[in-house]
């Protein structure tokens, strides 16, 4: 007689497919655990990304006043959603994806109220920050600000954040080869940008 194979319970089976590997803190097991009702583990999912969230926001918008606002909005987001994580991506760059696209909204808005709003003589420092998140130079927000949006962002993910091409394809959701070229342009357009000022970043 041939010795049967073993079987696994549905149970067994998801204990084999989910990482014993995983540290008890990381990103995935914190998001199972509060998958099975231990809602502590959001708090710690917060507590680790939400200085990065932060930071992405403000070096999209450059506007330290709607920095807290819009990252309560994508925790928010976050929140009503993570029992529906796939599992299929890093959880940063779901996260990084959910706060650029609060940011674009953030974006839109504010060019609605700007057509029914006057426009203001010092509207060149509306966006001017008090505040800095980030170890950037002030100087290098300035620039990056002149970019465009969808070269900005990429930018940000890839050198500031230290994202790889393919994180950055899933988070703004695009092929690889667009996210090299958007970032080799933006690359390229600060170049232009700081070339007038290398004296003064010289120091």
Request: aromatic share 8%; net charge positive; charged share 30%.
């Amino acid at each position: 007689m041939s010795a049967s194979k073993p079987t696994h319970s549905n149970n067994e089976k998801k204990e084999l497919q989910f990482p014993q590997i995983l540290k008890l803190d990381d990103d995935f097991s914190l998001i199972q655990r509060f998958i099975e009702g231990d809602e502590t583990c959001f708090n710690n999912l917060v507590h680790r990304h939400k200085e990065k969230v932060r930071n992405i926001i403000y070096l999209t918008l450059s506007n330290t006043d709607s920095v807290d606002d819009i990252a309560q909005e994508v925790f928010i987001t976050v929140y009503k959603n993570l029992k529906s994580f796939r599992f299929e991506s890093l959880f940063t760059t779901w996260l990084y994806r959910i706060t650029i696209n609060k940011c674009r909204d953030h974006i839109r808005k504010v060019k609605i109220r700007g057509i029914f709003t006057p426009m203001k003589e010092d509207h060149e420092n509306l966006y001017e920050s008090q505040t800095v998140y980030s170890d950037v130079p002030e100087i290098m927000h300035k620039a990056i600000k002149r970019l465009p949006e969808k070269l900005r962002t990429p930018l940000l993910l890839k050198d500031i954040e230290g994202l790889s091409y393919q994180e950055i394809a899933e988070t703004v959701q695009c092929e690889i080869g667009t996210v090299k070229s958007r970032i080799f342009r933006a690359r390229e357009g600060l170049k232009n940008i700081l070339k007038p000022l290398e004296q003064e970043l010289k120091g």
